[in-house]
């Protein structure tokens, strides 16, 4: 993957564990049903898309802005 989007989960992941949250209670709080998708995306298997970044924000309680703010000030100044 692009070091923009290592740097977006990056945030995701670091937003998750302030929080002490596991995968599995992220995914919890996201209404997921499928065990997994946290995990996936972590790892790089697979894509976020914006919706599931929402979720993932408020799952976290935390205003999805400020959370794509934070993403923003992480990416390199060239995206490829």
Avoid: C
């Avoid at 998750?16 to 599995?24: A, H, I, P, S, V």
């Avoid at 049903?33 to 799952?59: C, D, S």
């Avoid at 934070?70 to 990416?75: G, K, Q, Y």
Wanted: charged share 30%; aromatic share 6%; proline share 2%.
């Amino acid at each position: 993957s692009s070091p923009a989007y290592e740097a977006a989960i990056s945030v995701l992941v670091d937003a998750r564990k302030r929080q002490g949250l596991t995968q599995r209670e992220l995914e919890r709080r996201m209404g997921q049903t499928y065990h997994g998708m946290v995990a996936k995306i972590e790892t790089r298997e697979r894509q976020i898309n914006l919706i599931e970044f929402v979720g993932w924000a408020r799952a976290l309680s935390l205003d999805e802005v400020e959370l794509f703010r934070e993403v923003l000030a992480m990416l390199p100044a060239e995206i490829d």
